[in-house]
């Protein structure tokens, strides 16, 4: 059975830094050992926004809104997914979603997280200016 269990978010004034933690436990990749996992977050629209994503290869995408501020790092031996968070702005404000499923075709792209089969409970990032 595949849980993901978030840590990491709390307040901040903008500027600052988080790092979020995702613990995997199960196995969330295909057949073929492929994998996408990545952080999302919900819009004031209630949609939801991929932020970062990794796959099994370690290959990174990142949010255009998020580039160069956001880092998404994986630990297979710990089965830890991470994603630092600097210069954070009040925009940033959202709960945070962990996800991870199994890919078998072509870049995995932030915008795919939030489609990935498992996903967390989330935690809360509260940024103020």
Known sequence: QVRL????GGSVQAGGSLRLSCVVSGNVASS???YC???FRRVPEKQREGV???DSN?????ADSVKGR???SQDNLKNILSLQMN???PEDTSKYYCAAGPWNGGDCR???VPFLAYQGQGTQVTVSS
């Open 52 to 54: 970062a994503v990794i």
């Open 32 to 34: 073929s050992k492929r």
């Open 58 to 62: 370690g290959s990174q995408g990142y």
């Open 70 to 72: 956001f880092t998404i």
């Open 5 to 8: 269990v978030e840590s990491g």
């Open 110 to 112: 932030s915008s795919m």
């Open 87 to 89: 210069t954070l702005k």
């Open 37 to 39: 996992m990545g952080w």
